[in-house]
């Protein structure tokens, strides 16, 4: 099965006292390049989240967003530091003795002064977190993995019907490039009797003429080729599993040997349908950027 690079997978875990939300989304890219955000007292996980996607992602450029919510309220306390609220108020205390000030010392006054209270998080079990964190980002995955193949499904279609449209231009190539010898041979002939009339023909001249027009012409081996990568890049669609960089190689080559085809044809409609065939495999080569 083919999976596309594009897709989108959400899962969220709710309990008494903890909200998660995982959110997985990715668009086409060259190689793998996951960015993953969470919130700042989970980055000790980073690592082994990374490591988790490796079984789903091999391709593409995949954001991944993280919220964790804890509604225990056993998170964080807050600390009042006395000793430095004395300091505050002795301070305080002197000034408005030495300045005559009248303005009272209230409590709503130091408890705003910087580091009387300060809130501290309580140390995480990373191992619990992990547990919780792991279910969702597993459901993530999985629908994530889904969406692309669902799209991916489409593609292969797509693709499975553009190859065997390339495979009756082939065919159509084939079958009418040894014409053009013959037509040739023919008006060869035709033109050197019109020109040298009552005097005898030579046909080893001709012969020759014709065998040099043939390897100028002849496609045959490009048509094997071509033949041989439509085929190829069927099976691989077929075989499935992260294969857009194979297709991507086949591509370029099926381009090569169709821009061959078309250098050596001296014929309209056979130029007609070596353009058909580069401008199918061009459709093919973008609906591959696509693939995982």
């Known amino acids: ?22 959110e997985i989304k990715a668009v086409n890219h060259r190689f793998c390049d996951v960015s993953i955000k969470l919130p700042k007292k989970l980055n000790f996980l980073e690592t082994e ?3 988790f996607l490796k079984d789903y992602i091999q391709r593409g450029k995949v954001d991944v967003f993280i919220t964790y919510e804890d509604h225990s309220g056993k998170d964080s306390h ?21 300045y005559g000030l009248t303005t009272e010392i209230d409590v709503n006054g130091i408890g ?34 889904a969406a692309r193949e669902t799209e991916g499904e489409k593609l292969l279609t797509d693709l499975l019907a553009k190859l065997d449209s390339m495979q009756e231009m082939v065919a159509y190539i084939e079958a009418e490039s040894p014409k053009i010898i013959e037509e040739y041979k023919t008006r060869l002939t035709e033109k050197i009797s019109e020109l040298s009339k009552n005097v005898e023909i030579d046909a080893q ?37 992260s294969i857009g960089r194979k297709l ?22 056979i130029s007609n349908k070596g353009i058909d ?8 080569r973008e609906q591959i950027q696509n693939i995982e």
């Open 1 to 22: 099965m083919i999976k596309s690079m594009t897709g989108f997978g959400r899962s969220e875990l709710t309990t008494r006292d903890r909200h998660i939300l995982v």
């Open 49 to 51: 989240i990374r490591n």
């Open 78 to 98: 807050v600390v009042y530091n006395r000793e430095l609220a004395s300091q505050y108020i002795n301070y305080l205390r002197e000034m408005k003795d030495a």
């Open 112 to 145: 705003r002064f910087p580091d009387v209270f300060t809130i501290e998080e309580e140390s995480v079990d990373e191992n619990m977190i992990w547990q919780e964190l792991e279910k969702p980002l597993r459901e993530a995955c999985e629908r994530f993995v």
């Open 205 to 241: 001249r001709i012969a020759t003429e014709v065998t040099i027009f043939a390897d100028k012409v002849c496609v045959d081996e490009e048509i094997v080729r071509l033949k041989s990568h439509v085929d190829g890049t069927k099976a691989i669609l077929v075989e499935g599993g």
């Open 248 to 269: 991507d190689f086949l591509v370029q080559e099926m381009n090569r040997e169709a821009n061959t085809i078309l250098s050596k044809s001296n014929t309209l409609h």
């Open 277 to 284: 065939l580069k401008t199918e495999i061009e459709k093919i």
